[in-house]
């Protein structure tokens, strides 16, 4: 059994480990992408037609209604190479956008 340093509460394991009684929580700061200006914003720079392909094939590939917020994963070269040159749709939103890390999320609303 684990206790705190500060105040000798057991710890309590989420994740990892963490003093219930101490460490307050802070809520989370994410970026969140609109994703439909992202599409507007990478045809207009650019790559004439992106909005609808894209935006067709994220309508295939995910899951999500209006007014929802959905992880998109960066393909790797080799689900460019499984799944079809259409995924590299995906890794242009990363790139123009600098997106660091393999998932971003975006909501989605109309
Ligand atoms: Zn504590």
Redesign the pocket.
Same mark, same amino acid.
């Given at each position: 059994m684990e =206790? @705190? +340093? =500060? @105040?000798?509460?057991e710890?309590k394991v989420y994740y990892k480990w963490f @003093?219930? =009684?101490? +460490?307050k929580p802070e809520p989370k700061v994410q970026t969140i992408y609109n994703l439909i200006r992202c599409l507007y914003y990478i045809e207009a720079n650019g790559h004439p037609g992106f909005k609808k392909t894209a935006w067709d094939y994220i309508g295939e590939t995910y899951n999500f209604s209006n007014d929802t917020v959905i992880g998109i994963y960066c393909p790797t070269e080799e689900d460019i190479t499984d799944y079809g040159d259409d995924s590299k749709l995906i890794s242009l939103i990363f790139e123009v956008f600098d997106i660091e890390g393999d998932t971003a999320l975006f909501e989605i609303s109309w």
């Open positions: =206790k @705190c +340093e =500060k @105040c000798g509460t710890l @003093c219930p =009684k101490c +460490e």
